[in-house]
């Protein structure tokens, strides 16, 4: 296949996907989609926006420093300022690109920018040529660019280029395109820069209608050789592109697309469960291809067809999405190894103490539920995962609570090697038990979101409860894991707040 055919993955879900409502990642979760994202074999990490925030800016560069054999790259906003902390944060990276934007559309520069089209290219350019001095990977997006003028977008793109620009970016910011339409203005780009042919296009398209797929695989069809996507579709309201399905749909599709993409594929699947489990985004059952009825047949007919031959109704094999139709369980007789090697298989990258500490917790486990799944796996590992220096440990909990009796709990923690109990009452066992953590720790959270999800099947299943607590202005997801769910609930409650007093140690050391 000629060189022209090749397809870049752009990747984001740790910038636009962690801009999704309510999902706020910490650095070691991002170090282990990161860490996957390249087991996928995307072509570009785009790791974070460093300006927005110290977390930011550390996962970034954490992400950058350690991440090899791939692009890293990092948003920042046409200015001076931005461009130098940006680059700050990825310099270290075997490849960094310095993605710098400014948005393009009279929408965006009389409302939001209060700047003319003149300053908007003016500023553009400067920005370029600034990043231009650090490194020479310069992506440059013009915000909804598909609500602005084609021909003052096609000024931009040819000033941007001649500016050093190796990657324009042509986005549909707010979704608003469908799929001829998109494919026609990408053609026009393509048609009426005139150095276009220095420079590769990428599309980044928003989910507001439904047609990001569509409208960018429409875009790669009349010229984009980039596309910016998330895994699991994941971004700002409804989302980005979803990865795995760009790249499915070129695979499945290869005949008519006639475009490659290098990928393993056999990574996919592991992508989608690490990234929902972490940003505890769950996946509809019904999404293409990482849902979980995406390979179900429920009908009779069908399920004859597929007995009698898988291709009767399957397009595409779960297997080579790395999904195994046959389950793997450990228990309580497993050893340190098989349960390593298991956690390798699913694609988790853990130090031996990380392992070491996951182990323990499997052994508690598997003494009180008989068998592991790789779902149960997964929950206890991303427990690992979630884990802050935990300055409250819950040591005890006893809940009396039924009908016609006021929810009491009396609860125990352990604080810098002291302990300390408290009892409380509450509107229902969750409420006195937060209350009782509330009084012990003196911190006041409010829960702004509680999820409850049995990890598996069956009355002996593990519950794991994410919450959003909002602890003075800021929110903190907190993340329990146990069989007994007022016990997930409360453990999800201390991680938040464990997490809050990470957070004012690492400001103050700041
Ligand atoms: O949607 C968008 O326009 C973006 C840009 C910053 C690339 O996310
Ligand atoms: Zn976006």
Redesign the pocket.
Known sequence: MAENNRIYLFD?TL??GEQSPGVSLNAEEKLQIAYQLARVGVDIIEAGFPVASTGDYEAVKMIANKLKGVTVAA?CRATPGDIDRTWEAIKGAENPRI?T?LASSDIHLEHKLKISRREMLDQAVAAVQYAKKYCPDIEF?A???FRSDLDFLVQIVEKVIDAGAKVV?I???VGYAVPEEFGSFIRAIMERVPNIGRAIVSV?C?NDLGMAVANSLAGIMNGARQV?CAANGI??RAG?AALEEIIMALYTKKAYYQKEVQVNYKEIYRLSTLVSNLTGMKVQPNKAIVGRNAFAHASGIHQHGVLQNRSTYEIMSPELLGINRERMVLGKHSGRHAFKDRLEALGYTLSEEEINQAFVTFKEIADKKKELTDEDLEALVNDQIWAVPERFKLEYLHISSGTNMVPTATVKLSIDNKILQVAAIGDGPVDAACRAVDKITDVYGRMLEYKLNAVTAGKDALGEVVSRIQIESKVYNGRGLSTDIVEASVKSYINAINKYYHDQRNTSED
């Open positions: 984001t910038r636009d948003l993605h934007f997006s915000e909804d660019a970016n986005p549909d910011t980044h928003h910016e971004g700002e980005n």
